[in-house]
């Protein structure tokens, strides 16, 4: 029986090319149409870490065998151009190993619900899908991400009030503000919240258009956090950021509101007022035409509703890998290397890998979900040894959320196992994380 990897993202096809290198049977289940679908949704943004960081070690070693060549290393692609150089021309390679349109609805084991245990380790994992198949594999490494289950507007972690009625003049993370979605924006007055990567890529598209007015609502106290490291980032594109969002701020150009607690949304017409209630009682509100909920993404761990999982009960990773991301004492630069141990499940052979293994804390990077893959890949063929030495190279440069309170304005993890965006002089860039340098958590 197979490796069954859900996702055909740049995680989950990283996971292929180490099963591939390794002769372990698989077969990559996409939602999706194509290699990268949830990256096609911000293909527009181009992301700031060169391509010298965002491809996996086994991708490279596959594709230049086949005599592809590598882009320019120090170019920083779109998302289209991630899909376009990289990651079809890597699921092309796995031929109909990767299976398209087929989203998985459900994770077993074969005659056994969560309860029964006696024989459970040697029954197979029964995966089905929306159209009604069915497949068996011998383990499941879920790289699926969290990009289809956004986070709320509401700042509790609970829809705010009214926040449905208005869904439809809300919108989620990295719209193309100066290309499809151009005329939802231009001449509006826009609310953009969250201070990570993917309000800043919003805030930074936003200014180029004239007429429009632009206001950025934030939790914390100040917006220091969010204009990252500058001239110290190891990600220079990175670092010019920060810088060009602090001055469309200071001009006036972009209005911060800071200590923004959304609470409730009332919709007047075609406009919302979006109030904000601090802990201290504290009321303040904002009106617009258009909201940006750029408010991060969770994981939905529905799917494995049979299987038993050991989650830590604040993030949603395993219990074992949580201290070693908890935001309250990790930026996404101090996040110590990890692999199979710390993924493992009481579910023997069920890695969830990429960024949905990071639950709701922000710190995850590409780096990190690419070495995840190599060492749960040589777990599963049995070289243990390989699967513990797990290493990296994390840069404390850049915009890593290091508080809680901040984590879901941080975030963005995409389905793919990407994380967030900002922009660039002058094109908008969203980060694929480096896997020496790399990039910050979304």
């Avoid at 914390?220 to 010019?240: E, K, N, T, V």
């Avoid at 009960?313 to 395993?318: D, K």
């Avoid at 709701?360 to 513990?388: I, K, M, N």
């Amino acid at each position: 029986m197979p490796v069954v990897v859900i996702g055909a993202g740049p995680v989950g096809l990283a996971a292929a090319a180490h099963l591939a290198e390794r002769g372990l049977g698989f077969v990559v289940l996409e939602a999706g149409d194509q290699a990268g679908a949830s990256v096609a949704r911000w293909g527009h943004v181009r992301v700031f870490s060169p391509w010298k960081y965002d491809i996996d070690a086994a991708a490279r070693r596959l594709l230049e065998a086949t005599g592809w060549t590598a882009p320019d290393p120090e170019w920083l692609p779109t998302g289209a151009e991630l899909i376009e150089d990289y990651l079809a021309p890597l699921a092309g390679l796995f031929g109909d190993k990767v299976r398209f349109g087929a989203k998985v609805t459900a994770i077993s084991r074969v005659g056994y619900d969560r309860v029964r245990t006696n024989g459970r380790d040697q029954a197979p994992f029964l995966i089905r899908l929306a159209d009604g198949g069915e497949l068996h594999a011998r383990a499941v490494i879920d790289a699926s991400g969290t990009y289809t289950t956004p986070n709320v507007l509401g700042a509790s972690g609970l829809p705010a009030h009214g926040e449905g009625e208005a869904a439809d003049l809300i919108d989620h993370a990295l719209p193309d503000v100066l290309g499809a979605d151009r005329d939802r924006y231009a001449g509006k007055h826009v609310l953009v919240v969250g201070a990570g990567h993917s309000a800043a890529t919003t805030l930074l598209a936003l200014a180029q258009l004239d007429g429009t007015t632009i206001t950025w609502a934030i939790r914390a106290g100040s917006a220091s956090r969010a204009y990252g490291g500058g001239d110290a980032d190891a990600l220079p594109a990175r670092g010019a950021l920060g810088t060009r969002l602090h001055a469309h701020v200071e001009s006036g150009r972009i209005r911060l509101v800071t200590g923004f607690f959304t609470h409730a949304v009332e919709r007047h017409g075609e406009r919302v007022r979006v109030i904000s209630r601090a802990p201290s009682g504290a009321e303040q509100a904002v009106t617009a035409d258009r909201v940006v909920a750029a408010t991060g993404y969770r994981p939905d761990h529905s799917i494995a509703g049979e299987l038993r999982l050991d989650l830590d009960p604040v993030l949603g990773s395993t219990r074992a890998l949580a201290p070693l991301i908890d935001p309250n004492a990790h930026s996404c630069g101090t996040v110590p290397p990890h692999g199979a141990a710390e993924l493992a499940h009481p579910e023997d052979g069920y890695y969830a890998i990429g960024v949905k293994s990071y639950g709701r804390a922000p710190t995850f990077l590409l780096a990190t979900g690419y070495e995840q893959a190599r060492s749960v890949a040589a777990a599963l063929a049995g070289d243990w040894e390989a699967a513990r030495d797990v290493r990296l190279e994390l840069p404390e440069t850049g915009v890593c959320s290091s508080s809680l309170a901040e984590a879901q304005e941080q975030r963005v993890g995409l389905a793919t196992g990407i994380g967030g965006g900002l922009l660039s002089t002058p094109l908008p860039l969203a980060d694929v994380s480096a896997s020496r340098a790399g990039g910050c958590c979304g």
